[in-house]
């Protein structure tokens, strides 16, 4: 596998713009990917639909910088990749939907990768910088949205690329896309509020509700 140092930074930037955009211009009228290419259908290009453009591009780019594509099987593999990211970056958007929730996740997502061996130098500097704002995060002082979920998105992504074993790459892309078609047929946040052990650690590290 090639270094995605430089996919790692520009990517994280690119994401990040992206996100402030539909931060400061995107509506709530439109929800989940379902609701933005429905958009897209009848003529209308959402804030979301740039960021599933970007998103996509950001995907394939970093997928052919890790492992270029030669031949077949490696053209299959690099759109294999190319989906992990997308799905990274789309499931913590979809997380930042409560105060603490996107960090969790991407802590597992980025926790999971190096246990499967990623090693990238420039992980821990995300991980310094996450681990400093999750106290304003947890206590709702300051909003991540999209803005910075993308660019974790992001990140978790590239971690991913970065294990070495395929089949564990391969596992958690069928994870992701089975957890995207859930939440575009349930609401997570009524689920969680069903299940105790699920409140119970999306309530972890916040205040106590009044």
Do not use: Q, Y
Request: charged share 20%.
């Amino acid at each position: 596998m090639r270094t995605v140092e430089g996919p790692a930074c520009g990517g994280a930037l690119l994401l990040a713009a992206l996100g402030w955009l539909d931060d400061r211009l995107g509506s709530a009228r439109e929800k989940g990917l379902r609701g933005h290419l429905r958009a897209l259908f009848h003529g209308r290009v959402t804030t979301g639909v740039w960021k599933l453009a970007g998103g996509g591009a950001f995907a394939l780019a970093a997928a052919a910088a890790a492992r270029p594509p030669r031949d077949a099987a490696s053209t299959v593999a690099w759109l294999a990749d190319a989906l992990l990211v997308a799905l990274s970056i789309n499931t913590l958007n979809a997380l930042d939907l409560r105060p603490g929730r996107a960090l969790k996740g991407w802590l597992l997502l980025v926790g999971l990768a190096w246990l499967l061996g990623a090693r990238s130098p420039w992980l821990p500097a995300f991980l310094a910088a996450a681990v400093g704002f999750a106290p304003w995060d947890l206590r709702a002082r300051a909003m991540m949205g999209d803005t910075g979920a993308n660019a974790l998105g992001a990140v978790a992504g590239l971690a991913w690329l970065a294990v070495p074993d395929a089949g564990a790459r391969v596992g958690v892309l069928l994870a992701l896309g089975l957890f995207h078609v859930w939440i575009e047929r349930r609401s997570l946040t009524a689920w969680i509020e069903e299940h105790t052990w699920a409140r119970w650690l999306d309530r972890l590290g916040r205040p106590p509700e009044r």
